[in-house]
T-cell receptor
Framework: KQEVTQIPAALSVPEGENLVLNCSFT??????LQWFRQDPGKGLTSLLL?????REQTSGRLNASLDKSSGRSTLYIAASQPGDSATYLC??????????????FGRGTQLTVWP | NAGVTQTPKFQVLKTGQSMTLQCAQD?????MYWYRQDPGMGLRLIYY???????DKGEVPNGYNVSRLNKREFSLRLESAAPSQTSVYFC?????????????FGSGTRLTVV
């Protein structure tokens, strides 16, 4: 069974720092990896989607990389701001067998950026 | 705005009551999903529908039933609610079950069973 792990579970940093959030997965047979943001009491907002054939995706201050062979992804946040405070979730879409297309989630990294 | 719409946003039920959570998407997606999110457990798949007319169990289907009413709508029913079903429920959709497209999520239904 696919297992997704996110490290660290929580992170608290001053404004302006560059951050790296880590995600690892056990089964490399994936269609893609998706990073989501979740604000307290809210739904999930998709940030970046990386296809299995891609190495990275960028959107504004966010950059996500994917190393499928080693089962790892990182989300890089440049020049962090208090508005970036949220929980960040990593999820992979399974490519094989009866779990085809199923999305497996990590438990998230809770980020706090203080002024 | 295009996306996934869930109703209701909040609900309180007494143990044993029944209710249906509604979900609709307007992106012409084939596949739809129901997840629950609990503290310390992450998001877990309850049921999914790969295409109109099909439904399958996910990781935690006990106590739930689903209906894929048409391509747009996928409902989740609790026949006899239990306190263990207190959770936040999310509906999601994707272009197809096995695809290179990502998922879109609704804003969630916060359910409390007392």
């Amino acid at each position: 069974k696919q297992e997704v792990t996110q490290i660290p579970a929580a992170l608290s940093v001053p404004e302006g720092e560059n951050l790296v959030l880590n995600c690892s997965f056990t089964d490399s047979a994936i269609y893609n990896l998706q990073w989501f943001r979740q604000d307290p009491g809210k739904g999930l907002t998709s940030l970046l989607l990386i296809q299995s054939s891609q190495r990275e995706q960028t959107s504004g201050r966010l950059n996500a990389s994917l190393d499928k062979s080693s089962g790892r992804s990182t989300l890089y946040i440049a020049a962090s701001q208090p508005g970036d405070s949220a929980t960040y979730l990593c999820a992979v879409s399974q490519r094989r067998g009866s779990t085809l297309g199923r999305l497996y989630f990590g438990r998230g990294t809770q980020l706090t950026v203080w002024p | 705005n295009a996306g996934v719409t869930q109703t209701p946003k909040f609900q309180v039920l007494k143990t044993g009551q029944s209710m249906t959570l509604q979900c609709a998407q307007d992106m012409n997606h084939n596949s739809m999903y129901w997840y629950r999110q609990d503290p310390g457990m992450g998001l877990r798949l309850i049921y999914y529908s790969a295409s109109e007319g099909t439904t399958d169990k996910g990781e935690v289907p006990n106590g739930y039933n689903v209906s894929r009413l048409n391509k747009r709508e996928f409902s989740l029913r609790l026949e006899s609610a239990a306190p263990s079903q207190t959770s936040v429920y999310f509906c999601a959709s994707s272009a197809s079950r096995g695809s290179n497209y990502g998922y879109t999520f609704g804003s969630g239904t916060r359910l409390t069973v007392v």
